[in-house]
């Protein structure tokens, strides 16, 4: 009974990993994701917006002909942008999880991190590219 107690202690201690780049990459792609959802609805609600009432915006129903559409526009691209940047930073934190992709995820999570400026992504990326498993 003691061997498998030692048997199951030693397989705990074989597989070094660090939780921190993980979760952190984690966080930063749920939050991106989340963050252009609401950016996304926020421009479809004002295009929406001006459609219906054009008179809260100080303008008659001429001057705002286009407006709408060019919102939905970049309401569309906000939305694919983040969304984009989310799954690769997604991607990258389950990269993070394992020791044999850890370089790799901490590449990419660096990488994605500067271009979307999440900075939870970045420390991600530096903590993964920084681990060093414990040697015996």
């Known amino acids: 009974m003691v061997k498998k107690e030692e048997k199951k202690q030693e397989k705990v201690e074989k597989k070094p990993t660090a939780k921190s780049p993980f979760i952190l990459a984690l966080i930063g792609g749920i939050f991106s994701v989340l963050f252009g959802l609401l950016i996304s ?9 001006m459609t219906t009432s054009p008179q809260l915006f100080n303008m008659t129903a001429e001057e705002i002909v286009g407006i709408p559409q060019a919102l939905h526009i970049i309401g569309l691209a906000a939305l694919g942008i983040f969304a984009l940047f989310g799954v690769l930073e997604l991607i990258s934190a389950f990269w ?4 044999r992709t850890m370089k790799r995820g901490g590449i990419m999570a660096l990488i994605v991190g500067i271009l979307s400026l999440n900075i939870f992504v970045i420390i991600a990326g530096a903590l993964g590219l920084a681990f060093r498993p414990k040697k015996k």
Request: no cysteine.
């Open 41 to 49: 609805t926020l421009y479809f609600k004002v295009s929406e917006l």
């Open 96 to 99: 993070l999880k394992k020791e």
